[in-house]
């Protein structure tokens, strides 16, 4: 996965949700990183609008706060041709 079109929003917002943690700290969590992030753009990401910088480094964090894999966000070969 090396691009933004090959992350889909829904399944971040679902790994989100299957942590069972707030949105609010999964956004603090990222901010703890030293990130700048806000809840604002969680909601984004959750639309496929992508931060213009340090987009891969906010999915690694949101993937390590809910204990998945950053490729757990993407789009499979099933999702892109049906």
Do not use: H
């Amino acid at each position: 996965m090396k691009t933004t079109q090959d992350i889909n929003g829904q399944k971040i917002k679902r790994a989100v949700r299957a942590s069972g943690f707030t949105k609010e700290q999964v956004v603090a969590s990222v901010q703890d990183c030293g990130l700048r992030f806000s809840l604002a753009g969680l909601d984004k990401m959750y639309r496929d609008e992508f931060p213009l910088n340090d987009t891969f480094e906010i999915l690694g964090a949101i993937a390590l706060k809910c204990g998945c894999l950053v490729s757990d966000f993407g789009e499979s070969l099933e999702t892109k041709t049906a």
